[in-house]
């Protein structure tokens, strides 16, 4: 199994900038991708960003492209969400993931607010 934590969530003016981030700890070398998920109050949770643990490609939603940058520290098990020119839509509980043997694990989650 695989532990997440995730840190860096808190209340930003919108066009700000926050970073999330998520530690992994457990059997982090099956680790297959880990990513990060958002929900808003009263919305599905929504893929964000996704990294492959072993080579480093990434993937984007389209809401996020060329603002978020996700990225990780092998060495610390830790995957980074790099959120700049924050907009009030992206306002969410933000939840970590990681895939590995066929299974997902989440993250407790960390709140993201954007409001002036």
């Known amino acids: 199994q695989v532990q997440l934590v995730e840190s860096g969530g808190g209340l930003v003016q919108p066009g700000g900038s926050l970073r999330l981030s998520c530690a992994a700890s457990g059997r982090t070398f099956n680790i297959y991708t880990m990513g990060w998920f958002r929900q808003a ?9 996704r ?12 809401s996020v492209k060329g ?5 990780r520290d092998n060495a610390k098990n830790i995957v980074y969400l790099q959120m700049n020119s924050l907009k009030p839509e992206d306002a969410a509980v933000y939840y970590c993931q990681a895939a590995l043997g066929g299974y997902q694990y989440w993250g407790q989650g960390t709140q993201v607010t954007v409001s002036s």
Do not use: H, Q
């Open 41 to 49: 109050p009263g919305k599905e949770r929504d893929f964000v960003a």
């Open 67 to 71: 603002r978020f940058t996700i990225s």
């Open 51 to 62: 990294i492959r643990w072993s080579g480093g490609s990434t993937n984007y939603a389209d």
